[in-house]
Nanobody, 124 residues
Framework: QVQLVESGGGLVQAGGSLRLSCAAS????????MGWFRQAPGKEREFVAA????????RYADSVKGRFTISRDNAKNTVYLQMNSLKPEDTAVYYC?????????????????WGQGTEVTVSS
């Protein structure tokens, strides 16, 4: 397993941007698919975006498509989530997750390592 630490959350006005980072420990990071999920108060954790080990393929939830971009830098053991045109409904705790089998799924149960989360608040 890898250990994951998210950063970059904060308070932003609607229409603004944030970039989240997720730093991973472990030499096998480059073989993992990575995902971002989020959980709003009173709601279940939901899929946001995922990326394959090489970065060659990505997938997004419909609610963020065209606004969010997932990327990774395997040399830095880091995955990013660039969030543009933020909306109040994007307010949530954002978690990164790692899948050792490289599936880049939108199903949270397939991810075996999770970070502690970083909070994003979008004001209207």
């Amino acid at each position: 397993q890898v250990q994951l630490v998210e950063s970059g959350g904060g308070l932003v006005q609607a229409g603004g941007s944030l970039r989240l980072s997720c730093a991973a420990s472990g030499r096998t990071f480059s073989t993992y698919a990575m995902g971002w999920f989020r959980q709003a108060p009173g709601k279940e954790r939901e899929f946001v975006a995922a990326i394959t080990w090489s970065g060659g393929s990505t997938r997004y939830a419909d609610s963020v498509k065209g606004r969010f971009t997932i990327s990774r830098d395997n040399a830095k053991n880091t995955v990013y989530l660039q969030m543009n045109s933020l909306k109040p409904e994007d307010t949530a705790v954002y978690y990164c997750a790692a899948d050792r089998y490289g599936r880049s799924s939108n199903q949270r149960f397939l991810y075996d390592s999770w970070g502690q989360g970083t909070e994003v608040t979008v004001s209207s």
